[in-house]
């Protein structure tokens, strides 16, 4: 594969868009599934809970959320149109009426008034933030007093090695300091999780990939 086709893959990680978005959606599904729903079990969801969504992707996981307790309320936000597309369709297939999806711009802001949400989870959007400290604390306003964020991603030390992880596209943290920014912005018992799994990177090849989930409280 050639400079110009992962950096592609960079910028459609980041934002995917167009056939190869497709395609490639249907893939992070495919690798990523098992990670978002390690981070979905850690929420503990109940019913009737307010739950937030940064980055959902084609949003082929909302089955298993809502297998977890099927009256909570969804909410998502994407800055892909692709993703709201394909997420729609999802939406469509679902019983549920309590999902709703917003295209947001990059702003480290949140549409959303104070105190609205039980949760708040991510899966492999950090690295794209602009400004994490920034997008953290806003996560923290949305949240309920009690609430809780997760956070997963693919270890530092293993994702700076993927050949399409371009420096310009991707920032990857470690996990001491993102713990540190979480408990700076106030979050309480934050809690991290590893984990190792046999999974495809997003050229197709076979891979043991680690990833951590981290939660914690507001
Ligand atoms: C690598 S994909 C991960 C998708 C899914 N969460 C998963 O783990 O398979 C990153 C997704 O986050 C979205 N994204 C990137 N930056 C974002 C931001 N600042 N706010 C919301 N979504 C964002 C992208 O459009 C893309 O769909």
């Not at 400079?3 to 910028?11: E, F, G, P, Q, R």
């Not at 959902?56 to 996981?61: E, I, L, V, W």
Request: proline residues 4%; aromatic residues 12%; hydrophobic residues 40%.
């Amino acid at each position: 594969m050639s400079m110009l086709d992962l950096n592609d893959v960079a910028n459609q990680l980041r934002c995917p868009s167009g056939q190869a978005g497709e395609e490639l959606a249907e893939m992070m599904f495919k690798s990523n599934s098992n990670m978002i729903y390690k981070t979905v079990d850690r929420l503990q969801l109940d019913q009737k809970d307010a739950v937030l969504e940064i980055g959902f992707g084609s949003a082929k996981h909302l089955p298993y959320i809502f297998s977890a307790a099927k009256n909570i309320r969804y909410h998502g936000v994407e800055i892909s149109p692709l993703m709201m597309e394909m997420a729609a369709k999802v939406k469509e297939s679902l019983e549920q009426e309590q999902i709703e999806l917003t295209l947001t711009g990059e702003l480290n802001s949140l549409p959303y008034s104070d105190k609205a949400f039980n949760h708040c989870f991510s899966v492999n959007t950090v690295y794209f933030w602009s400004d994490p400290v920034k997008y953290f604390t806003e996560i923290y306003r949305v949240l309920k007093p009690g609430g809780s964020i997760a956070l997963s991603y693919i270890r530092e030390d293993f994702a700076q090695e993927q050949p399409f992880a371009k420096e310009d596209v991707f920032h990857f943290y470690r996990t001491e300091w993102l713990i540190r920014i979480l408990t700076n912005i106030g979050y309480s018992h934050v809690e991290r999780w590893q984990y190792i799994e046999n999974t495809f990177d997003k050229l197709g090849n076979k891979v043991i990939r680690p990833f951590v989930v981290l939660k914690g409280k507001k």
